[in-house]
């Protein structure tokens, strides 16, 4: 017997999901298939830079929820955890592309990084100009060997500043490297209170005992870097948040964007205390609150958990993410 | 009847290969499983169950053959799945706008391919992946250059055997079985195999 | 040992994560305390209808999470799941009123409408017209006898096309009148496919089997009206949303606003699964889908489980719903 | 020396109040918790200790205690905090604006504060609720409007006391105690007990 989840063949939950947010979404967005991608149905400026996100599904709102003027212009879906195929990433390339080039923005798992790279290569032979931001935020999968840095929720940031400059109409080598700056100034880490339940399946990716957390998980249900004793809200943030401010180097009078970010079936009461927490700790250090975001911005299913990821910010960086962005997940007016 | 590397001969590779593969799929998995996730042969079924589905659209040369072979297997999942799809690719490329193909074009383009795997995926011969029984094919590729198709295929899945057979005794050094270590030594790699799978359908179908 | 929960000291809660609001907010909001509810802090037109909802927490973003520009001036925070005093709601009212007027939005809880209607009372005696709308949608608890049906998720529609009309500068009656006709013309139901558990507790609210799911529940994690077989999405929202359109005899040529909506735990990927069964069942009806919403937006703490909400629309209530709003958890600009 | 209802004598009154509720705290949890949901006490304890907090501003007359005792009431949760809230709103808006208050006046307040209740919460005697102590109370009062404060409290915890003791053998029809139906009999009120002791504190308060 699975564990009980609202779906039907559980094969279709990614394209019924999809269905569902298109027939949401009044013409917003439209979906397109075999490949499958979703394309933002907005009328926006020719000749000007766009955007393709994508990576496994079981994250959302990741990246179907942030498709929307102001942001990405196209999402690749893959399997829940799994890599959409470079074929889907190909053809929302050639689907979206104005004559100014497309950047892929990447998380950083060897699946996703290999299909994106064969697309943008593709992509390239057939003359769309490319660029490739990787999403890399993930502090506790940093080692000296290996693939390097995980990519978790710095994605929605790096997506909504490049987004904003390609509406602000910046050429793509700008807006690349505008994304790879955020990146490299972003850091994040995740606890996990209980494991998530792949949809079909009747186990748990971990399980944790009633008074035990998994530090430093990721969001595809692996296990994390160490097994800790259960605490208050206090002493868990703070261990998800010094060592970002570390690892950032943040000092007194920096400023950085927060994103507190839930796994999955946290609830928004949990996620404003873990943001209380943040925010107290940065005030403490005299590091700025520059904006923030609280809510399940970058799921992992519905795993019981959250993340923290602090960005280095500054001027040029707030100024975009200010900029209007009009996605069924993330909206707002120019601030 | 001397074998011509042509549309006829293209389609009658994929679906000795196809056959081939589906008498192999359960021990590929079970490699998998053994030294990596278990999938491979999953993998495998779902692309070449693409590959029969874009054949429909009944391609007019050996080099359009491989280029819906390549989608098909850019359009699937795994690690075998990209990496395939650009082998194919750079093979179907490397072929002549025009039937028939030579072995020399053959030869280029499975050249190009492995190298296109090397690039993207890091591996070197002797990290036990599908690169093993891909670069000692290319050196039989070339060698055989003066000699038909079906000799030349002969000889790439000598060496791809020879070059999946080694795999056995190595611990992997790229991909999801360099994870388990020592776990994966006594374990043939199923990528590699399944390019001597490929070389060995080529030759016999190319065989009258 | 209690289920894990981000939290320090559970009586410290809802404080907790309201000042969490509070600093996400940046300046938008504003807390009091002693008696604690919260105000939006948008300078907005003199003399004009305001709004103060309220209830238990528990359910966020509900009520905290929609006050701002368009739609909420003040929401009154009880603790989980227990209504607010009548003082915490007087306070409110006084403190919001330009003269015009204050409406306030009940859910049908005894405790709320208690305290609600000594609210108004008092408030009235001081000389603040003060005008109810009791929002009471959930079709699962109608009965001949007793409180009368609950309120749930139809709330949300209440709050956004009355304060629409308040922003509008529409009379006190008019906008009551309209919330009236609102909650009228809505109907809600819920399937809780497993129950929740209260912060600082170690039990679920009720423990359904593997097969089980508890068809007609509220949000409070009360027990259902009945314990049905775990089925597919088509068959588990197909008994959700049938008696709603034959309750509110939506017939063809009918448009409805939908509210799918999580109940805590439950991912996107599935609300948008039963979305998309909901759209379908009303398509094969020839019923129109005039808006909606998917998402987490009356939740039962981290309740699995979703619920379908009706609303029976026309030009008016549309052209309310379709003016800009700009809170926590529900932005557009005029459509 | 003769008693007269000021806001000292007020403040004595809701002292003892609070003195004796404590005494009997476990018991009042213990007879909602069989027909209720267990909370009275801790409700009554919350509004309790709000008072003396909004008593330390030092209202200066019995009026102005009582609008202090109600805000307190007001600010707290359970059926029985609004409730009471309203009552002692009520009683403290029939006092007069300069102490002393007499006996007029208190039966009046009591009587509003009672209607009050009975308009909010739709309760009639018999019901099984805080209602079954009120209204015998307010009876009282009236009847001894000719003598002093102490003798009339006297008067009307005698009546409450009665009523309260009524309600042992009813079942519940308004709050939550209605939903067990005859699990509740048996089981005494706490709200309407409650209501008792209030006016039996009230008049050992005024007695000296
Ligand atoms: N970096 C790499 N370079 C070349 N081949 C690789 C690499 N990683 C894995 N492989 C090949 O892919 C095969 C596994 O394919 P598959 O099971 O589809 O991928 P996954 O490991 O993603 O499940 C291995 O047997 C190996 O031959
Ligand atoms: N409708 C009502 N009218 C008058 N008194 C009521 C009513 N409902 C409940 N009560 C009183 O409230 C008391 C219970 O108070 P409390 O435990 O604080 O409330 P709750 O039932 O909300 O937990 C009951 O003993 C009864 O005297
Ligand atoms: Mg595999
Ligand atoms: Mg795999
Ligand atoms: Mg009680
Ligand atoms: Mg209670």
């Known amino acids: ?335 | 009847m001397t074998a011509t590397l042509d549309r006829a001969a293209a389609r009658r590779w994929m679906d000795a290969f196809a056959a081939d593969f589906e008498t192999q799929r359960v021990r590929l998995t079970e490699l998998d499983r053994a030294a990596g996730d278990g999938d491979f042969g999953a993998n495998l079924r779902s692309a070449l169950g693409k590959v029969q589905q874009r054949l429909a659209a009944d391609p007019q040369t050996a080099r359009a053959v491989f280029a819906a072979v390549s989608d098909a297997f850019l359009d699937t999942g795994g690690t075998s799945g990209p990496l395939f799809g650009m082998w194919f690719r750079a093979l179907s490329r490397a072929l002549p706008e025009t039937d028939p193909a030579d072995v020399t074009q053959l030869a280029e383009g499975v050249r190009e391919g492995t190298a296109t795997v090397q690039r993207l995926g890091g591996a070197e011969v002797g990290d036990k992946t599908m690169v093993d029984a891909m670069v000692p094919a290319v050196a039989a590729l070339t060698d055989a250059t003066g000699t038909g198709p079906q000799q030349a295929l002969t000889a790439a899945a000598e060496a791809a055997e020879a070059g999946a057979a080694s795999t056995e005794d190595l611990v992997a050094r790229r991909g999801r079985a360099s994870y388990v270590g020592e776990v994966a030594r006594g374990v043939l790699d199923p990528g590699a195999l399944a390019v001597a799978l490929f070389f060995r359908a080529g030759a016999r179908a190319l065989d009258g």
């Open chain 1, 1 to 335: 017997m699975s564990v009980k989840k609202f779906l039907n063949d559980p094969d279709d939950l990614v394209v019924e999901a999809l269905e569902g947010l298109v027939t949401a979404s009044a013409g917003r967005l439209r979906l397109h298939r075999d490949p499958l991608w979703l394309e933002s149905a907005a009328a926006d400026a020719d000749r000007r830079v766009t955007l393709v996100s994508g990576g496994g599904s079981g994250h959302e709102p990741l990246h179907s929820g942030f498709v929307g003027p102001g942001m990405l212009d196209a999402a690749v879906p893959g399997a829940v955890f799994a890599s959409p195929t470079a074929l889907q990433v190909v053809a929302a390339v050639r689907g979206v592309d104005r004559g100014a080039g497309v950047l892929l923005i990447v998380k950083n798992y060897t699946g996703d990084v290999l299909n994106f790279q064969i697309a943008a290569e593709i992509a390239a032979e057939e003359g769309i100009e490319v660029e490739t931001v990787l999403v890399d935020d993930d502090l506790a999968s940093e080692s000296d060997d290996g693939p390097g840095r995980r990519g978790t929720a710095a994605t929605v940031v790096v997506e909504k500043v490049c987004g904003a400059a390609a509406a602000r109409g910046l050429p793509l080598a700008e807006v690349a490297e505008l994304g790879r700056r955020v990146a490299a100034g972003a850091r994040s880490m995740a606890v996990a209170l209980e494991g998530a339940v792949h949809p079909g399946e009747d186990v748990r990716s971990f399980d944790l005992a009633a008074d035990e957390v998994e530090h430093g998980v990721g969001i595809h249900g692996e296990r994390g870097i160490d097994r800790r004793p259960m605490a208050g809200a206090h002493e868990l943030v703070g261990a998800l948040t010094e060592p970002l401010v570390a690892a950032l180097g943040l000092a007194e009078g920096d400023r950085a964007v927060v994103v507190v970010n839930g796994l999955g079936s946290t609830h928004l009461l949990e996620l404003y205390v873990v943001f209380r927490e943040v925010a107290a700790l940065l005030e403490a250090r005299g590091i700025g609150l520059a904006r923030s975001l609280v809510g399940p911005y970058v799921t992992a299913l519905d795993m019981a958990g959250a993340s923290v990821t602090l960005v280095r910010a500054d001027d040029e960086l707030l100024g975009l993410w200010d900029d209007a962005v009009t996605t069924t997940a993330l909206t707002w007016e120019t601030r």
